[in-house]
């Protein structure tokens, strides 16, 4: 029973806190592929993404009924208490230590493949230390190429390694055929929706667009990403029969090639729940309590932050995000740009914009590639054929984004391309409006 309870406090915590961390663009776009899936939509053919589709898939299943934020994020929940429970089942008590890093590293408790990738981690590591089937851990090994591919195969290629090495060689076979199951499956959707072309191009031929033009300049990541790689192979060295310094080291690929902050987090949660932890031997502490401590200091301190910056209203009334927080201002704002579908309802209206999911979500519009401009997005040679999609939009109004951050993943040529080839006719906060010369 007091488990139970446990449970309960943790999930309705992590819930609270989802709900009031400011609303992010990886969490929209995580929601809305999942959404679009969930509408009929194809990935790849009729909306634009560079990973493999396995966690949208999964969040999609949910959704078909009634598709909303709120869902993904009570999943996502489901989710972190599921991965506390397998590392509970690895190092008892001092699993709780993942809560606190979901929360401290709160960029990680947001909806995403990310986390998903880390969650599949865990069940990993947990099938190893039982030693279970090695199709059921190809199987996993299989899934996780299908969330990430290029994180999965790094994986992959550390597992075979590793086992290489340790001379276990009979075992990777099994293991192939394991990663092959989930593969194939995946194969024959690409075949039957006639979207292999259209996957390659992004997922594959287009990796070379995306780590071209997101890779960040140097900064104090790469260091850290040089000494965890340093890190991880002398522990490899000291330990090679240890197939968790072999999923680790795989695991650090997560931050190639953004080489940020934010990827670069879900690394030392990795780091410190399965090379830390194993390692920490103090007994007096009760990390059951600790971990929930936190968890409700952290709460308060974000609630009271949002809360005592602007006022709101819960739930709000911002189609599929009424049940996240959005002040009252923000929402006012989203209220006047879904106006503009009123105002200017002649027009095939086209968003430019970071946020256009967003806007499209809110408004039940039909997302399509245009909706998603961020740099690499578009495959091998991805800026042309952006312009080509332009060229294209018939009686288009373009409602182009005029502010943006220094790291702002947007393609800004494309907007500066409308800029040039079209005329402004209206103006809106930081939007201008522009219709075909």
């Given at each position: 029973m007091k488990k139970i309870i446990k449970y309960v406090v943790l999930f309705i915590l992590i819930l609270i806190f989802q709900i009031f961390i400011p609303l992010d663009l990886d969490e929209i776009w995580n929601y809305g592929f999942a959404h679009n899936i969930a509408t009929g939509l194809i990935p790849y053919k009729d909306f634009n993404m560079v990973i493999t589709p396995l966690y949208p898939f999964l969040c999609s299943i949910f959704l078909i009924i009634k598709s909303n934020l709120i869902i993904v994020q009570i999943l996502q929940a489901i989710l972190i208490l599921v991965s506390s429970y397998l590392c509970e089942k690895m190092y008892k008590d001092k699993a709780n230590i993942l809560l606190i890093l979901f929360f401290c590293f709160f960029n990680c408790i947001y909806p995403s493949y990310n986390s998903f990738l880390l969650f599949l981690l865990i069940i990993l590591c947990y099938l190893e230390s039982l030693k279970r089937s090695d199709y059921i851990i190809g199987f996993?090994?299989?899934?996780?190429?299908?969330?990430?591919?290029?994180?999965?195969?790094?994986?992959?290629?550390?597992?075979?390694?590793?086992?290489?090495?340790?001379?276990?060689?009979?075992?990777?076979?099994?293991?192939?055929?394991?990663?092959?199951?989930?593969?194939?499956?995946?194969?024959?959707?690409?075949?039957?929706?006639?979207?292999?072309?259209?996957?390659?191009?992004?997922?594959?031929?287009?990796?070379?667009?995306?780590?071209?033009y997101n890779r960040l300049d140097f900064n104090f990541i790469y260091i850290l990403f040089l000494v965890s790689l340093?890190?991880?192979?002398?522990?490899?060295?000291?330990?090679?029969?240890?197939?968790?310094?072999?999923?680790?080291?795989?695991?650090?690929?997560?931050?190639?090639?953004?080489?940020?902050?934010?990827?670069?987090?879900?690394?030392?949660?990795?780091?410190?729940?399965?090379?830390?932890?194993?390692?920490?031997?103090?007994?007096?502490?009760?990390?059951?309590?600790?971990?929930?401590?936190?968890?409700?200091?952290?709460?308060?301190?974000?609630?009271?932050?949002?809360?005592?910056?602007?006022?709101?209203?819960?739930?709000?009334?911002?189609?599929?995000?009424?049940?996240?927080?959005?002040?009252?201002?923000?929402?006012?704002?989203?209220?006047?740009?879904?106006?503009?579908?009123?105002?200017?309802?002649?027009?095939?209206?086209?968003?430019?914009s970071r946020s256009s999911y967003l806007y499209k979500l809110m408004s039940d519009k039909k997302i399509t590639y245009l909706d998603l401009i961020s740099r690499g997005n578009f495959g091998y040679n991805g800026e042309d054929k952006l312009y080509k999609e332009l060229d294209k939009q018939k009686n288009a109004l373009y409602v182009v984004q005029t502010t943006f951050t220094k790291d702002d993943q947007t393609d800004i040529n494309a907007l500066i391309y409308i800029s040039k080839k079209c005329k402004k006719i209206d103006e809106f906060k930081d939007f201008k409006l522009y219709i075909r010369k």
């Open positions: 996993i090994l299989g899934l996780m190429i299908l969330t990430k591919q290029s994180v999965g195969i790094c994986i992959l290629a550390s597992s075979i390694i590793y086992l290489c090495i340790n001379k276990k060689i009979d075992k990777i076979p099994k293991r192939l055929i394991g990663v092959f199951l989930p593969l194939t499956i995946f194969i024959i959707y690409l075949l039957l929706s006639n979207s292999y072309k259209e996957f390659l191009d992004l997922c594959v031929y287009g990796l070379y667009d995306f780590g071209k340093i890190v991880m192979i002398y522990l490899i060295i000291k330990k090679r029969d240890s197939y968790i310094y072999w999923y680790i080291l795989g695991f650090l690929s997560i931050d190639v090639p953004m080489f940020d902050i934010n990827h670069f987090n879900y690394f030392i949660i990795a780091f410190t729940m399965f090379i830390i932890v194993p390692r920490i031997n103090i007994k007096r502490i009760n990390y059951n309590i600790l971990s929930i401590a936190i968890m409700i200091v952290l709460n308060t301190l974000i609630i009271f932050n949002t809360v005592g910056r602007q006022a709101f209203h819960y739930p709000n009334k911002v189609n599929h995000f009424e049940y996240k927080y959005i002040s009252n201002k923000h929402e006012k704002e989203l209220n006047k740009i879904k106006e503009i579908y009123n105002k200017y309802n002649e027009y095939n209206i086209v968003f430019l």
